[in-house]
């Protein structure tokens, strides 16, 4: 992936522009703000998508795919391996942060991924529940971030990782 983005400027915003519920920034500033997570690396995007939507996500694939650009998703990026970092196009899924359902009687919800673990605590705790996996940044990881690194914190040993948490996934392929 070329570090200079202008080939494929035009062409995203083309695709995208006035179409998306959330935002498209190619920028200098934003691309050296989603060039790093909370590790030392440090790759710059081609550009920026922030979803607000799962439809902003099914409009940002077949657009990347055109264009043949890798797509990496990201959270808020507390990532200590460089992860959320890649020189494509990153795809912010943090403002996509709604709980859908919580079923206290079958102990379970369905969230979007930009939701921080804490808040989901926060929502199921006064129920006796807990998400248990439970990282040290778990005040702003997004359970989408923990999903793809299968996290695990303090409690894993009681509780498990991420993995042993989740009973199924929906997601949206290019």
């Not at 498209?24 to 050296?32: G, I, P, V, Y």
């Not at 060039?35 to 710059?44: F, H």
């Not at 998508?49 to 409009?59: F, G, I, Q, T």
Request: with cysteine.
């Amino acid at each position: 992936m070329p570090d200079k983005p202008e080939p494929y400027v035009r062409e995203l915003h083309a695709a995208l522009d006035g179409e998306l519920e959330g935002y498209l920034r190619t920028d200098e500033a934003s691309r050296a703000m989603w060039s790093t997570d909370a590790s030392i690396y440090l790759r710059k995007p081609v550009g920026v998508v922030a979803a607000r939507s799962e439809e902003d996500v099914k409009l940002t694939l077949p657009a990347a795919r055109e264009l043949g650009l890798s797509i990496t998703p990201r959270g808020t990026g507390t990532s200590l391996a460089g992860q959320a970092t890649a020189p494509g196009l990153a795809l912010d899924v943090s403002e996509m942060r709604r709980a859908l359902e919580i079923d206290l009687e079958e102990r379970r919800c369905v969230v979007e991924p930009g939701l921080v673990q804490g808040e989901l605590n926060a929502m199921v705790e006064p129920h006796g529940l807990v998400f248990g996996a439970d990282t040290s940044t778990s005040d702003v990881a997004t359970l989408g971030g923990m999903v793809g690194n299968n996290s695990a914190g303090m409690r894993s040993l009681v509780y498990g990782m991420t993995s042993d948490q989740v009973l199924g996934l929906r997601c949206v392929l290019a």
